[in-house]
């Protein structure tokens, strides 16, 4: 299985936009009252909102290819503390989605494996996030070493009250948890 990790430049800026509305849709439009993801959307997967974030030295956005199809994204914010760690230990994995189609391919597991080669690279010594308390990416993060620090609340008015619980997760980065050769 050839799995290739790009970063995003401005000629691929509306590819990650499609891709991540697209994927995010697929496994979260249960959240929204109406079924109706608009204000993420807005918030996240626009050809303006994508360039400002190109241009911020924190924020990296990345495509995900299987077999040289583009199947996912990945957004890391550097500098973003969390708990008593400072801003300089820690990278936020912000945003992790993959097509349903390749769901369940060893994909995300091979993309979590890969952050924690960018952490090393970048001399960060945790990764963290956020996910919802129901649905199968608590599952996954577990799986895949990541525990849970504390709960919170999604903040979008339009998100159903029942589906705002999330928890915070984070992994400590060692250089033996990390296998995936960095491009």
């Not at 956005?61 to 994204?73: C, D, K, P, R």
């Not at 060893?106 to 494996?113: C, D, K, M, Q, V």
């Not at 400590?172 to 948890?177: A, E, G, I, M, S």
Request: with cysteine.
């Amino acid at each position: 299985m050839e799995i290739k990790i790009e970063e995003v430049s401005n000629k691929t800026c509306r590819l990650y936009c499609k891709l991540g509305t697209k994927a995010y849709k697929e496994h979260y439009l249960h959240l929204w009252q109406n079924n109706d993801p608009a204000p993420y959307i807005e918030k996240s997967f626009t050809i303006d909102v994508v360039k400002d974030e190109l241009k911020d030295n924190s924020v990296s956005l990345w495509l995900i290819y299987h077999e040289n199809t583009a199947v996912g994204i990945l957004k890391l914010i550097k500098d973003a503390p969390i708990a008593s760690h400072a801003s300089k230990e820690v990278v936020l994995l912000e945003k992790i989605y993959i097509l349903h189609k390749f769901s369940g391919k060893g994909i995300g597991s091979f993309a979590l494996r890969w952050v924690e080669t960018y952490c090393l690279k970048a001399n960060r010594q945790l990764i963290w996030l956020e996910t919802m308390q129901k649905g199968a990416a608590l599952n996954f993060y577990l799986k895949n070493g990541y525990h849970i620090i504390r709960e919170k609340k999604l903040k979008f008015d339009q998100v159903l009250e029942k589906q705002k619980p999330m928890y915070i997760l984070y992994k400590k980065v060692k250089p033996q948890n990390s296998q995936v050769v960095f491009n």
